[in-house]
Structures are given as C-alpha cells and as structure tokens.
C-alpha cells in the first residue's frame, strides 16, 4: 500500500471543493484527491493483505488526509474495530470508502448500521465479493453548510462511474436518469446529509466472481477554518491537543471541543516506590491506536513517572511519534532492520540499548509492548518484587504476564511462582544482564529468530528463571501484527485474567528465592490432596478437581507422564481440553505447573522427570494420554493456524 498523510497539503488559498476518485476492485483500490493518489493497494497474491475495507478520512478544510486503516471485515471481529473507528471520528470530517476483494463475510448488523447513520443506503446491501465505493461526511454538531446553493449532477445510469456534486440538502435518487435539482441551505441547522455525498455498488454476478470494478468520482466542498476548530484554552496541555487534532483522526474524545479527555493524569504516590528511578521502555512500530490505548493505561497507574517513559519507534511512522507527543513523552524513531521475525529482534536491541545510554544510572528497566493494558498496580508488583532479581542470582527476570493465567486457571492476585520460561509481555530486566550477557551475543539481523524464544534457548537462560504472578498484570488486547490476528487472540489471550485492584500486597515474596521456593514446593506437594485419574476420571472432565470449601483451601496434586525434560504430551494435551496455552509446555518450575482449578489451587507434577516425583503415593498412576482420546487444540477450535508469539 502506498498512503500519503500530510504530504497532501493543499496550496495556501483552499480551493473551494475537492475533486476526489475512488476505485474498488477485486485487485486494486485506490484513492485519488485533486489527481493526486494519495492511497493504493493492488495485487492479489491470495495472502489476504489489503483485503476488506479501506477508509480514508480528510480533513473539511484543509483537504489533508488524517487517517488511514483497512479493516478486513471478510475476518472475524474487523467490522466492531471499524465501527468503533467511526465512532471515533470528529463531526465535519470527508470519510472515504473503498473495498478490495471481499469485506462482506464478517459484516454484521452493528457497522452496517454505523455506516447508514453516516449516509450510506448501499452499504446494507453489500454482499459476497460485491465491490463498493463511498464519500460522506461525519454528521455532527460541527458540520456547518458552506455554501447557501449546490448542484446534482448525478449519473447513476452506468455502474461503474459516478459523478456527484454534493448537495446541502442531501440527495433524492429519482431513477436511473440524471438528475438536477437545487436546494438552499438552512443556515440555521447543522447540515446532517440524508445521504452520502457519492456512493456506488457492483454486484457480484455468482458465488465464483467478482462484482464489475466501481470508479467513483465525486466534487466535495471545503468548509472555512472556524468551522472545523475547537475553542480550546491556550495552555501546554491544549497546545499539544491542538496540534494533533489538526491533522490527525481517529482518537475520539480527546479530540471533542466540549470536556475533551484529559492528557495529564494525577496519580496517587506510591508508598516505598523502589521503582520510582527505574526507566520504562516501550516497544512500539506503526499501531498508533494501540499506542494511545497503552499510554492512557500506563500514565494512569500509581507511582509512573512520565519523565522516565520512552517510546521506540521501529520506523519513521509519523503517527505513532504524535501519540508520544500528545501525552508529552519522549519518542524515539530508527531505521529498522532485518525483515519480519529478525527486525522485530534488532527493534528490541536497538530499544534495549538505547534505553540503558539514556538512563546511564539505571541498573534495570521494565519493557512494555504498545499492545498492553497494564493494571493499576503495575507499579507497586514490581516495586515489590524487584529485590529478588538483586538478591537471587537463579532469578532472569520479572514478568507481569502468566502464560497459564486465565480466567479459570488463576484467582489470587497476591500469589507468585518461579517458572523457567521467559514470559514478556510487561517484565523487568537487569542492566547487568543485557550488558553483559544479552547484548554482545544478540542475534544479528540475518537470522530469522524471534528475540523471546531465543532468550528462551538453554544457553541464554542458563536454567534461569523468572517470576510471574497468578494474575497477570497486563493483558495483551492487540489482535493484529506480525505473528498476530484476531482469531490467535481470541484463542489464547482473550480470556487471560487481569488484575484490576489499586493495591495489592504480595504474599510470601521472599519465599520465591530459590532455596526457599523449593521448601515451598515441597510443603504443597507433600501436604496436598493426590488425584488419581484411574479413580476419578478423566482430568479434562469438567469437576475432576473438586471446588474448596468454605472453611479450607485444599491444594490438589496431578501426576502425569513426562519422561524428559522435552516430554510434554501429556501436558499439552491437559492444556488442550482445559483451554489453556497448549502450543508449547511454557510456565513450568522443574517439571510441574501451578494453577487454579474450579478455583482450587492445583500442582501438575510430571513423572519421573521432575524432582517432585518422589512425593507420588505408590499406589496412584500417572495420567498419560493412551487413556484417553486428543482433545482438539484452542486454535483447531477456532479453525485457524498461526505462528507462536
């Protein structure tokens, strides 16, 4: 695709109307202002990309582009992310439709009604592989009439080129003849067109074709600047609302005239911060929405310290870098290199490098991804847990995320565990570690390796291990990226468990040095509760583990085959049927899992590998798969194959 933003700057005088063209093909759609084209994507190589709906939305006086984005509403869940787009488009903007391919399949009832309150009539109608093309205006209370008389000049005879003029009060289809008709203009109203200013549909002649390219054309008035400003006051914070409101789209309230939503944000202190000098690094590329929605959550959790945020940009993305600005952070932007898995790995070295040059004295930092939530007391589970990666020489790193911790699998926020895998997603790394371990041995950008599964590696991690929570601190939301869609999202991350308290005191915290997490680990095992599946039942059976009582919490222990430390049949095929990550046998500490239940706390040993083996009463088997039928995984449920994060 090639777009162009702000580059379409109109000259100084307005022209007093746009004259735009937009295709929409099988194989191409493009958009073209005043003969400029401004937004391409053709080719169809079956992979899918540029697929769905394009948007494009400029602005009413200015005529510069603001905002870009494709839903692929053929997917899953695309159409809600392109209504609430629209929702979140100021009143007065040029809205701009094309589709490529398909964007039919996934287009429910809420967005098609979205779009016949912005004045489309053939939207509802669109269906299989129909191409579709439309311009409106966002209706609102800012759209103002510019001009007391317009004219029609519709050709609707022929379906693949239509010719519009935009009328102030709408326009009447009469037939398939031209149609002229003149209407004043009601100064007195806001104007709210009954329908879009230009729009067209070609059908789809049978379930195998295409329908018959639409080239839209279309002349739109510009209105005057007082029209499409707000009367903010002349402060820092407006200042800096001011200038990204005016050239870009898309973030909803921050942008409305009347109580816009803030951009300062007055945090409670966090009491013994021990986090307080520790740099926060943000890996970030071209999902500025996703951006924003991180920022706003980061910069309202007590005791952040705006000054020591960094935003890296994998990329000279000039949206992303006015979403840093808008909250008034730092953003920092580089020239990416490597392709696909390796580029994402030299963005995190480059990133991780930069972030210990910036901050000389920091001896560690937090590192973020720009599409995480995190919770309220981020903040003080690091500050409470960051000791342990000064005192425990055993310890990696502090994650916030566990890769087991769903709704149904965890419930005590105030709970930790060691596991000997690398979470990411919101975790704490040591200077002494990157500098002196990580970094000179980082893989270059030849080689095709994603940066957290090489971390992973038995010679990086050294039998390391990291710690992470019961309930997660963050929750991943995005559902688009390089090893990323909607339906991986909802498989595996959807219904993780995320901890929404202010404050959260964190228990036995100290027990998680390794010498005394192995006494830990020991007590539960001995003094839990043994299933034995060739008395109860099969594990995946709903109620195999029985709900605590109201008077004791009992710990309940599963033994299970896992002949190696590579031996994880068993295991992925409980994580299967109980819904969990079941890709690879991630979250373990020496061979067995700690999870909740039915809200029973339970310890998944596997034998004989792990040490705890010994504790397995002589008389209770092992759980091993011949005793039961494959569950289907969460991915072959949702009927998709995609790569590991």
């Known amino acids: 695709m090639y777009s162009r933003r702000n580059n379409l700057r109109l000259q100084q005088t307005a022209?007093?109307?746009?004259?735009?063209?937009?295709?929409?093909?099988?194989?191409?759609?493009?958009?073209?202002?005043?003969?400029?084209?401004?937004?391409?994507?053709?080719?169809?190589?079956?992979?899918?990309?540029?697929?769905?709906?394009?948007?494009?939305?400029?602005?009413?006086?200015?005529?510069?582009?603001?905002?870009?984005?494709?839903?692929?509403?053929?997917?899953?869940?695309?159409?809600?992310?392109?209504?609430?787009?629209?929702?979140?488009?100021?009143?007065?903007?040029?809205?701009?439709?094309?589709?490529?391919?398909?964007g039919s399949y996934n287009l429910r009832g809420g967005v098609r009604t979205a779009?016949?309150?912005?004045?489309?009539?053939?939207s509802r109608d669109l269906s299989w592989r129909d191409m579709w093309a439309c311009v409106t205006i966002k209706p609102g209370p800012r759209v103002e009439p510019s001009s007391p008389q317009v004219e029609i000049i519709a050709d609707i005879s022929h379906n693949e080129v239509l010719n519009i003029h935009y009328p102030v009060g709408g326009l009447h289809e009469t037939g398939q003849n031209t149609v002229r008709s003149k209407k004043k203009a009601n100064k007195s109203s806001p104007r709210r067109p009954t329908l879009a200013i230009a729009e067209e549909l070609s059908r789809s002649p049978d379930f195998n074709s295409w329908g018959k390219p639409v080239v839209l054309r279309a002349e739109v008035p510009l209105v005057a600047?007082?029209?499409?400003?707000?009367?903010?006051?002349?402060?820092?914070?407006?200042?800096?609302?001011?200038?990204?409101?005016g050239h870009i789209e898309g973030y909803g309230s921050v942008c409305a005239c009347d109580e816009p939503a803030p951009l300062a944000f007055s945090t409670e202190q966090l009491l013994n911060n021990r986090v307080h000098d520790v740099p926060v690094t943000i890996i970030a590329s071209n999902r500025p929405h996703y951006l924003y929605r991180c920022l706003r959550s980061l910069l309202g959790a007590p005791g952040v310290n705006p000054s020591l945020?960094?935003?890296?940009?994998?990329?000279?993305?000039?949206?992303?870098?006015?979403?840093?600005?808008?909250?008034?952070?730092?953003?920092?932007?580089h020239t990416p290199l490597g392709v696909r898995n390796a580029r994402i790995s030299q963005h995190y070295k480059a990133s991780l490098t930069a972030t210990f040059n910036i901050f000389p004295s920091a001896r560690h930092a937090i590192i973020l991804e720009e599409d995480l939530d995190v919770s309220p007391d981020f903040f003080s589970y690091f500050s409470q847990t960051l000791f342990l990666l000064d005192e425990d020489p055993t310890l990696y790193c502090i994650s916030a995320w566990n890769d087991q911790g769903y709704e149904h699998t965890s419930g005590d926020p105030a709970l930790l565990y060691r596991v000997d895998t690398m979470p990411g997603l919101g975790w704490l790394l040591s200077r002494?570690?990157?500098?002196?371990?990580?970094?000179?041995?980082?893989?270059?950008?030849?080689?095709?390796?994603?940066?957290?599964?090489?971390?992973?590696?038995?010679?990086?991690?050294?039998?390391?291990?990291?710690?992470?929570?019961?309930?997660?601190?963050?929750?991943?939301?995005?559902?688009?990226?390089?090893?990323?869609?909607?339906?991986?999202?909802?498989?595996?991350?959807?219904?993780?468990?995320?901890?929404?308290?202010?404050?959260?005191?964190l228990r036995d915290v100290t027990k998680m040095k390794a010498a005394d997490y192995e006494e830990l680990m020991q007590d539960l095992i001995r003094q839990g509760t043994t299933l034995d599946p060739s008395r109860g039942g099969d594990p995946c059976r709903e109620g195999f583990?029985?709900?605590?009582?109201?008077?004791?919490?009992?710990?309940?222990?599963?033994?299970?085959?896992?002949?190696?430390?590579?031996?994880?049949?068993?295991?992925?095929?409980?994580?299967?049927?109980?819904?969990?990550w079941d890709?690879?046998?991630?979250?373990?500490?020496?061979?067995?899992?700690?999870?909740?239940m039915n809200g029973s706390p339970l310890v998944v040993v596997g034998t004989p590998h792990?040490?705890?083996?010994?504790?397995?009463p002589k008389d209770v088997a092992s759980f091993n798969t011949t005793q039961v039928s494959k569950p289907a995984s969460n991915l072959e449920l949702g009927g998709n194959d995609v790569q590991t994060r």
Not at 231 to 240: C, I, L
Not at 464 to 471: A, H
Not at 585 to 594: D, E, F, M, Q, T
């Open 15 to 102: 022209p007093k109307t746009l004259s735009l063209e937009v295709v929409s093909s099988h194989d191409r759609v493009a958009v073209t202002v005043d003969g400029a084209t401004i937004v391409e994507s053709a080719g169809d190589d079956g992979s899918g990309v540029g697929r769905g709906i394009h948007v494009v939305v400029l602005h009413q006086t200015t005529g510069a582009v603001m905002a870009t984005r494709v839903f692929d509403t053929y997917s899953p869940h695309e159409d809600d992310a392109l209504a609430l787009f629209l929702s979140m488009l100021a009143p007065g903007r040029i809205i701009v439709f094309a589709l490529k391919d398909e």
């Open 115 to 122: 779009l016949a309150q912005l004045g489309s009539t053939k």
């Open 225 to 245: 600047a007082h029209e499409s400003e707000c009367a903010w006051p002349d402060t820092d914070e407006h200042r800096r609302r001011r200038d990204f409101c």
């Open 309 to 333: 945020v960094t935003v890296f940009i994998d990329g000279y993305y000039e949206e992303p870098l006015a979403v840093t600005r808008l909250f008034g952070l730092r953003g920092i932007q």
């Open 432 to 505: 002494d570690l990157y500098k002196h371990e990580l970094e000179p041995v980082w893989p270059t950008p030849e080689k095709m390796w994603d940066w957290d599964m090489w971390m992973r590696l038995p010679d990086i991690r050294k039998s390391r291990e990291c710690i992470v929570p019961d309930v997660s601190r963050t929750y991943h939301f995005g559902s688009s990226g390089l090893n990323m869609n909607s339906f991986f999202q909802d498989a595996y991350f959807k219904k993780h468990a995320f901890s929404t308290a202010r404050y959260v005191e």
């Open 545 to 580: 583990v029985p709900p605590p009582s109201a008077l004791d919490t009992t710990t309940y222990v599963l033994y299970i085959t896992m002949a190696s430390q590579q031996d994880f049949a068993a295991w992925l095929h409980l994580a299967k049927c109980w819904h969990i």
């Open 583 to 596: 890709l690879d046998g991630r979250g373990s500490h020496k061979g067995a899992w700690r999870l909740h």
């Open 610 to 616: 792990s040490p705890y083996s010994t504790f397995q």
